[in-house]
T-cell receptor
Framework: DTAVSQTPKYLVTQMGNDKSIKCEQN?????MYWYKQDSKKFLKIMFS???????INETVPNRFSPKSPDKAHLNLHINSLELGDSAVYFC????????????FGQGTRLTVV | GDSVTQMEGPVTLSEEAFLTINCTYT??????LFWYVQYPGEGLQLLLK?????DKGSNKGFEATYRKETTSFHLEKGSVQVSDSAVYFC??????????????FGKGTLLTVNP
């Protein structure tokens, strides 16, 4: 049973298109995240949600809109895709306690052409 | 703000060599510290963690000790294997308002182990 699953694993799309990435966790966690990993492997937080409430929005362009329909899901919608959006996007979840680790999905490799 | 600094890679070792990857942090409180590993084409997996000063995390022969006095959490392994080739990330999580709701990562260190 996959703990944090995200779909699709690969996404190739043209500039200007709108796309979504879905994420689901079956760990019963209250907190979910989206991270962006660039070509140099640097990981940067984009959003975090706790109990469906947006907690962190780290200067992400408005074209990125997360949606959390319930605690187990956190989807990422991207409008008007740009070449610079090409990256690997990771969904993760954790308990609220600070001494607990986050569990990561397998990543979605987005390529904008 | 909070930050994590890891030694720059890439690191290339021969099998059975000793590994150290340095990690230091800056935080306004007392964070929990983590090492994650990312194998090629995969997501991040927790390798080990320590949640308070002087704690030692260990897993799969890797270990790291939370040193508050030097704000460090260096990763070590006595004898690496080819299968340890991966990118290693040091991270912190801080109990301070919104910072509680994110992991802050270092830039990652690529380790390649040759047979």
């Amino acid at each position: 049973d996959t703990a944090v699953s995200q779909t699709p694993k690969y996404l190739v799309t043209q500039m200007g298109n709108d796309k979504s990435i879905k994420c689901e966790q079956n760990l019963g966690h209250d907190t979910m995240y989206w991270y962006k990993q660039d070509s140099k492997k640097f990981l940067k937080i984009m959003f975090s949600y706790n109990n469906k409430e947006l907690i962190i929005n780290e200067t992400v362009p408005n074209r990125f809109s997360p949606k959390s329909p319930d605690k187990a899901h956190l989807n990422l919608h991207i409008n008007s895709l740009e070449l610079g959006d090409s990256a690997v996007y990771f969904c993760a979840s954790s308990q609220e306690l600070v001494n607990t680790e986050a569990f990561f999905g397998q990543g979605t490799r987005l390529t904008v052409v | 703000g909070d930050s994590v600094t890891q030694m720059e890679g890439p690191v290339t070792l021969s099998e059975e060599a000793f590994l150290t990857i340095n990690c230091t942090y800056t935080a306004t409180g007392y964070p929990s510290l983590f090492w994650y590993v990312q194998y090629p084409g995969e997501g991040l997996q927790l390798l080990l963690k320590a949640t308070k000063a002087d704690d030692k995390g260990s897993n799969k022969g890797f270990e790291a000790t939370y040193r508050k006095e030097t704000t460090s959490f260096h990763l070590e392994k006595g004898s690496v294997q080819v299968s340890d080739s991966a990118v290693y990330f040091c991270a912190l999580r801080l109990n301070s308002g919104g910072s509680n709701y994110k992991l802050t990562f270092g830039k990652g260190t690529l380790l390649t182990v040759n047979p």
